[in-house]
């Protein structure tokens, strides 16, 4: 890898740790819970690496067996994380409250 | 324009995908759809990795997105909602793992040198990786009670850890010098495995929101170093967001205690000191215990109430019958609102996640600095299963632990109303001199039963 690519991908690096940062502090308390199970989902992108090592090889070896375990954890941590922050999303509402006149 | 450059062009969409996704979290109107983005991201990252002209066989690939898929989705649809603390702790110890497992992979599969920062990279994913994996399965074992949630700790603990973190180090240097040397390498994944869990021991259970946070940041650090590995953008990308927004959510975390991130992971906060015998300085008086009945009674004449839930709620399962108290109280024409701590229960926005499943509305719910002036103009505060985030030792005891701690000013309503297990100290072992006022009442007993009672009284 030359130096070149290195730089490019600091750069990357650096740049999206401040969007991130500046995304995130725009997320109220209410929703910090759905933010982590969300970003935790997000985390399971490393499941792009792990497809990769599985289906890259051309017969079944230590890269792709090792992989096969990687996609099991990054596909649990992916739909998991999703689904739970799908389910606790669906609770939050807004409603109509009743005062008595 | 190559194939390759096509799919490094759909993974910078999902990027955006991701990052339009936890835009749209600002706000419980839209969240909803963000998580859709950020789903949809997912998706296209995933098929475009498929359609890679290098790979060359789907069929192990399908059968372990299936079985991952399985329990995943099983896990999700499954978790009680007061238990959500420890199922995003399992998750992202996967996610933790995943990365790991990745760049061993590539390790192994690499034929040929490495570019030295290549091999750093691999060597760090696999270091935060696996020590992710042990310390959020131990962070779940605890907040499940499976372990204590005391701190557990012993003489020579940090000097213990930190050898462990220098040798970690030590081989990988090692290894970065002979990539061949195999006995070094598997050394480095059992020693961050095991320095994972010795991390995480002597971190007691009111902290863990921020261990959870910490986590998650780290599972984010895991996957940014992959993505340099794999030389790939969407991964450096992802994992900075992540990596950013665990690391925003511990500072947080933190700030709410008043407690440095060196002091949460190295103080052995809530140890039970055998050491310190009562030397005096505590509350005086004694805790005034009242039946249902009077505190019923002082509900009801209440213009104004304001409800503080801890994690006794969370323990008791009790948000769906105070919701049912707030909302049969606010028909009687009470002002009801919720006010939460930053690290109430046991990760960052528990309570409201719990009061959104009990159907509260979320505008009824208040955080700290939006409420804490509106303590004193209040009738009536109900404490549920909360006690150091409204201990006033916190600001008026310099030698209290949680001393500087932003508190939520309950002491100074008119009447303050504590749900409470027993007379027992709180987690952090301190005496609450708040449940000793002349203005506070007790009603000891399981929340949920206490509400329950109360409700029964209050309707008659």
């Known amino acids: ?101 | 324009m190559s194939t390759v450059n096509i799919i490094d062009f759909i993974y910078l969409i999902s990027a955006v995908l991701f990052m339009l996704g936890i835009k749209n979290l600002s706000s419980p109107a839209t969240a909803k759809f963000g998580n859709k983005l950020s789903m949809t991201g997912m998706a296209v990252a995933i098929i475009a990795t498929l359609a890679n002209p290098d790979m060359f066989g789907y069929t192990m690939i399908i059968i372990a997105i299936a079985i991952g898929a399985a329990i995943g989705g099983y896990a999700a649809v499954k978790v009680e909602m007061t238990s959500m603390p420890e199922m995003v702790a399992l998750f992202n110890g996967c996610g933790g793992a995943a990365s790991a497992l990745v760049a061993m992979a590539e390790f192994q599969g690499h034929t040929g040198g490495f570019a030295s920062f290549t091999l750093v990279t691999l060597l760090l994913s696999i270091i935060i990786g696996a020590l992710t994996f042990t310390g959020s399965i131990i962070a779940f074992t605890k907040l499940q009670g499976i372990i204590s949630t005391r701190p557990i700790t012993y003489v020579g603990q940090q000097i213990v850890n930190a050898a462990i973190l220098i040798s970690t180090l030590f081989l990988a240097w090692t290894v970065f010098q002979n990539p061949e040397n195999a006995l070094a390498f598997y050394t480095i994944i059992l020693l961050s495995l095991a320095l994972g869990v010795l991390a995480v021991i002597p971190i007691g259970g009111a902290d863990m929101p921020v261990i959870v946070s910490l986590l998650n940041s780290y599972s984010g650090v895991a996957v940014s170093m992959t993505g340099f590995a794999l030389n790939n953008n969407a991964l450096i990308i992802v994992g900075s967001l992540v990596g950013a927004s665990g690391l925003f959510l511990t500072k947080i975390m933190c700030d709410a205690m008043n407690r440095s991130l060196a002091n949460v992971l190295f103080g052995a906060f809530g140890k039970v000191d055998d050491s310190v015998v009562d030397d005096g300085e505590g509350p005086t008086g004694s805790m005034k215990g009242f039946d249902v009945d009077d505190v019923a009674t002082v509900l009801e004449s209440a213009e104004s109430l304001i409800i503080v839930p801890g994690y006794g709620m969370a323990a008791a399962q009790a948000q769906h019958v105070t919701r049912e108290l707030g909302d049969y109280l606010a028909e009687e024409g009470v002002e009801v609102r919720y006010a939460i701590h930053s690290v109430a229960g046991r990760m960052p926005g528990h309570m409201n996640v719990l009061l959104a499943e009990a159907d509260v509305s979320y505008d009824q719910l208040f955080a700290m600095e939006d409420i804490n002036d509106d303590f004193s103009t209040t009738d009536v505060v109900l404490v549920i299963g909360a006690n150091d985030v409204v201990n006033p030792a916190a600001k008026t005891n310099p030698n209290s632990p949680i001393y500087g701690m932003p508190i939520l000013e309950v002491d100074k309503a008119q009447t303050v109303i504590v749900l409470k297990r027993s007379m027992n100290v709180g987690f952090a072992g301190i005496e609450n001199e708040l449940f000793f006022k002349d203005n506070t009442m007790m009603l000891f007993g399981d929340a949920k039963a206490s509400i329950q009672n109360l409700m029964s009284a209050v309707k008659e």
Request: proline letters at 3%; charged letters at 15%; hydrophobic letters at 50%.
């Open chain 1, 1 to 101: 890898m030359d130096t070149g690519t290195i730089i490019i991908g600091l750069t990357i690096f650096v740049l999206a740790c401040f969007a991130g940062a500046e995304l995130i502090s725009k997320v109220p308390q209410t929703l910090h819970t759905p933010l982590m199970s969300g970003s935790n989902a997000i985390s399971g992108i490393a499941i792009v690496g792990a497809l990769l090592a599985t289906g890259r090889p051309e017969s079944i070896d230590a890269e792709s067996l090792i992989g096969f375990f990687a996609v099991i954890f990054a596909t649990i941590n992916v739909v998991g994380g999703y689904m739970v922050t799908d389910r606790m999303l669906q609770m939050f509402k807004k409603k109509k409250r009743k005062k008595k006149a």
